[in-house]
């Protein structure tokens, strides 16, 4: 991977800023040349030439005809302003002198044969506008359009909605690429190695979500009689095959089947990974994610807590990749671009004390804890933007894209616990409360890096997000 900065910015993060050589009018001014310009054409037209009806009528005694000859085509007008009499007796053969026979003709309205003073005035007024707006918006260039440069909420009255929160990322020229963030911020060579590890295997990922339908699998191995699909396996199977092959990773274990085993007795570290988060939603092609965990060999897992990880990686297969990092510093955000390479597209990542944004899992137990049903009470009353759908990666990881957020799953008799704390748990607290956020371990308002892991399909309620909204939950909820 180069270790060179991107010298452009990604495709998608690139500004529009329209024409940059040449001048452009507003569309009033267009609008109104244009108009000018049919105006006098319609004037100009009405007094050239003869008029041609767009009807015909049959007259009775018409105009007194000498010659013999056909009456057929148009007649020129003759500045009669009444509309001709309507004969039913049809008139057969030509007309014939001073008879008075019926004769049709293709009579029109009247109009004079040249526009009229006040005609001539209308088009000169809307010239000398078009003119001075046409003036006035010269040289004025088309608005910019930029990606990922709106900030806040919609002001009031703006579109169908002003509830909605943007991103606050600004495009920029450049973007320092995986190798350079890990070799500054991440210390140890090791770390390193696995972390790239873990997102090769994630690209590999990428490629097969794009090319495979969502079908149930062939064989089922799910240990908890889950239904498992097709993609399911091939993102395990592909965990397992960097896991195996890996020369860092000692022993391994996947959510699909919760058991440790050993890959390499040289190895360092402990790997435990949810495949694919979010297989009740994939169908709907709607964002799932990988979820990884990694502890040094000298805590390993079992017995150990999410604060002996040396990092953990999240992963959010969108209509982009893309990947939260725990460094030794913070949060990185980094996006799988042209190439499949990584650059970073977000430093540093931070989560605001405070949030307007929610997302209520395990709404089932609103009917038994009163503490909870008054919490999404209180968010609906006060007017908090509702995000939820159902995927615990895109739910958790919008905490760090809008930098503010609140994810609650609680537990209940009738709605037990199902959060896995080495799989899903101990893995995302970590990113959030490096990025300045909190977790509750929704029991008793502790953190949830001080779970304690003492077995490998551990189960844990959980609210993650802003600490404010963390606070909130643990009082109305917990009663701490």
Not at 231 to 250: E, G, H, Q, Y
């Amino acid at each position: 991977m180069s270790a060179c900065l991107l010298s452009n910015s990604p495709n998608f993060y690139q500004t529009y800023s329209g024409p940059r050589s040449e001048q452009a009018l507003s569309q009033m001014g267009k609008i109104c040349l244009v108009a000018g310009a049919c105006a006098l054409a319609l004037v100009a037209g009405a007094g050239a030439g003869s008029q041609v009806s767009l009807w015909t009528s049959t007259a009775t005694h018409g105009p007194t005809m000498t010659a013999q000859a056909p009456v057929v085509g148009s007649i020129r007008s003759t500045g009669f302003a009444g509309p001709a009499a309507y004969q039913p007796t049809p008139f057969m053969g030509h007309a014939a002198g001073n008879q008075g026979s019926p004769a049709t003709l293709f009579s029109t309205a009247s109009a004079s044969p040249l526009p009229s003073a006040m005609q001539w005035a209308w088009v000169a007024g809307l010239g000398c506008w078009s003119a001075i707006l046409a003036v006035a918006t010269w040289g004025q260039k088309q608005p910019n359009v930029a990606i990922m440069t709106t900030t806040g909420e919609k002001s009031e009255g703006f579109g169908a909605s002003h509830t909605s929160f943007y991103t606050s990322a600004q495009a920029k020229d450049s973007y320092a690429t995986l190798d350079e963030i890990l070799d500054a911020k991440m210390a140890d060579e090791g770390v390193r190695g696995i972390t790239k590890e873990v997102l090769d295997a994630c690209v590999k990922i990428t490629e097969a979500l794009r090319v495979n339908l969502v079908t149930v699998a062939d064989a089922q191995n799910s240990v908890f009689g889950d239904v498992q699909l097709g993609v399911d396996v091939i993102a395990d199977d592909l965990m397992w095959d960097m896991a195996k092959s890996s020369k860092l990773v000692r022993e391994a274990a996947s959510e699909e089947e919760p058991v440790m085993v050993e890959t390499s007795k040289e190895g360092r570290f402990t790997i435990c990974w949810d495949p694919l988060d979010g297989s009740s939603i994939v169908d709907n092609n709607w964002a799932v994610g990988t979820i990884v965990g990694i502890w040094d060999k000298t805590t390993g897992m079992l017995g150990a807590t999410g604060r002996d990880q040396v990092t953990s990686i999240v992963v959010l297969y969108g209509p982009r990749t893309t990947a939260l990092v725990a460094c030794d510093d913070g949060v990185y955000e980094f996006t799988c671009g042209e190439g499949n390479k990584w650059f970073a597209s977000r430093e540093k990542v931070q989560i605001k004390q405070e949030s307007k944004i929610f997302s209520p899992a395990n709404l089932r137990a609103c009917q038994e804890d009163e503490g909870y049903n008054g919490l999404v009470n209180y968010w609906m009353e006060n007017k908090y933007t509702l995000r939820y759908t159902g995927g615990l990666v895109p739910d958790v990881y919008q905490c760090f894209t809008k930098e503010m957020g609140v994810f609650a799953n609680p537990t209940s008799k009738a709605s037990p616990a199902k959060l896995r704390v080495a799989f899903e748990v101990a893995p995302f607290a970590l990113l959030v409360e490096k990025a300045g956020g909190k977790t509750s371990d929704a029991t008793t308002g502790a953190s949830c890096l001080d779970i304690q892991i003492n077995g490998v399909d551990q189960r844990t309620a959980g609210c993650f997000g802003s600490a404010a909204e963390v606070d909130r939950f643990n009082k109305m909820v917990l009663g701490k």
